[in-house]
């Protein structure tokens, strides 16, 4: 139930991404006076230049995919071409307009919902000058009513004064940025972040990515899918060193099937611009040559000229803004979450934590964040969607689990579908034989992540599960099976 006084309360939202403006909603939701402060645009970078625009050019590439894929189910383009052998092709100025005008009509959608919901936005960059008090530095570009917003995230235009703001509740969601290095500065042209990616108009002839973590895995993906020739510079022994092994490995596999040069222990020192080409310089000395270089090293939060040190606020080592687990600082009255906190960089995950820290702040009830239950999903083809609980919680003793694990090869539904890459894993506590978590690695794995999601976050066991009618043929059958499975062995 709404706190008694949350209507007379006010809070002030610096930083209009998921953690920001969902937090700006659940607090107008329940009655409190609301503004949110934002320098670009409203939906942040996971609007305006992350995880839309990436998601966006992933389903270009994957319909592309679908071209090369046809003949092995009987269909032939008699007459016609496909990718590969020339005739279909991505035009990615077409590619780069659908997304950016994608990207922003997201992004005026928010403005739209935020407007209904009677927040107050201000476009300018905040940060906070005493107790409950923040000065906003006023932009011009009135990108923050949604109307404009600056395609890349680009900052503020020449100010147009300054104003400063009250609040019984503030909340710092400002996010992150591409990290770079001083020895490959971007240049927007041929050296690029993947900010600045959506404003190519030529296809990369040969892309170098540079990391291999979850977003230079899934970029290497898209383009990929659009034409190019691709090499992942990974400094690991294999791509996406942070998830299920098993299922990284069949990534890497697929990657290198399709062409790509995947090169593994590669550590890259510098880039630099060879006129129409750029040269990546591994630690050892070799050399990669390239028509373009996108760095995807990683992020660092947006958490300087806060007057974070001013006011007290504990900020880790990394410049992460620490938070408990209700998105608290250890400054009463300031709350923090999404990128700029660390806990977990998913724009879900950023947009739980703002919805948890107005609700506390505002005397509502809530349940603190509870990491062992998000789902995220790798946008690969195949992709990888994980719940809970991992394969290296139970190898290193962290959760008593057993795990068992299908591969898709076995699945009726893949068969007809001609998937061969792929399985599903789920882990259930021994003894209790409850779902405590899963991956799924194959086409639409962010989808089939769910009824494990639910099995977790509910503690089902696997007769539960298992005993549950699935569709014939599904990839949800091996999910069944996989529970069936499990009863035999998780004891
Ligand atoms: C390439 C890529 C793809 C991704 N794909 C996915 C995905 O598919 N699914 C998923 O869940 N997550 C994805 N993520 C992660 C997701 O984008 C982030 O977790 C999410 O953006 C975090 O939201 P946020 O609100 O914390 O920050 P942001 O979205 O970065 O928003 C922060 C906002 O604060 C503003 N700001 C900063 N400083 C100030 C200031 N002083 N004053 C005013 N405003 C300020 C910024 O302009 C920005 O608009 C992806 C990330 C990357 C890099
Ligand atoms: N689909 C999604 O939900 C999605 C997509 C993208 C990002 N994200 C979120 O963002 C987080 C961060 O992912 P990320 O990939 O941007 O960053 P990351 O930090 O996870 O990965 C960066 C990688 O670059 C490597 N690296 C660093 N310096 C290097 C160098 N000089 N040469 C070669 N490799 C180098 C690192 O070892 C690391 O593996 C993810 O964990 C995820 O939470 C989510």
Known sequence: MVGVSAADRSVVVIGGGPGGYEAALGAAQLGAEVTVVERSGLGGAAVLTDCVPSKALIATADFMDRFSAAKHIGVHFDGAHVPGDQGVTAHITDVNARILELARAQSRDIAERLESAGVEVVQGAGRLVGPGRVEVVVGVAGVASGEEPAPHGGDLTDGGGSQELEADVVLIATGARPRVMDTAVPDGERILTWQQIWDLEELPEHLIVIGSGVTGAELAHAYLGLGCAVTLISSR????????????NVVEEVFRRRGMTVLNRSRAGAVRRDGDSVVVTLEDGREVSGSH?????????NTTDLGLEEAGIAVSRSGHIEVDRVSRTNVPGVYAAGDCTGVFPLASVAAMQGR?????????????????RVSSNIFTDPEIATVGASQADIDEGRVDARAVMLPLTKNPRAKMQNVSDGF?????????????????????ASELIFPIALAVANRLNVDQFSSTFTVYPSMSGSLAEAARQLHEIAD
């Open 424 to 444: 599903v894993k789920l882990f259930a506590r021994s003894g209790s034989h409850t779902i405590v978590g899963g991956v799924v690695v194959g086409p639409r």
């Open 237 to 248: 022994d294999r791509v996406l060193p942070g998830e299920d092994a098993d299922a990284a």
């Open 356 to 372: 948890i820290a107005v609700a506390h702040a505002l005397g509502d009830a809530v349940a603190p964040l509870s990491l062992g």
């Open 293 to 301: 270089a996108l760095l995807a090293v990683g992020s660092i939060p």
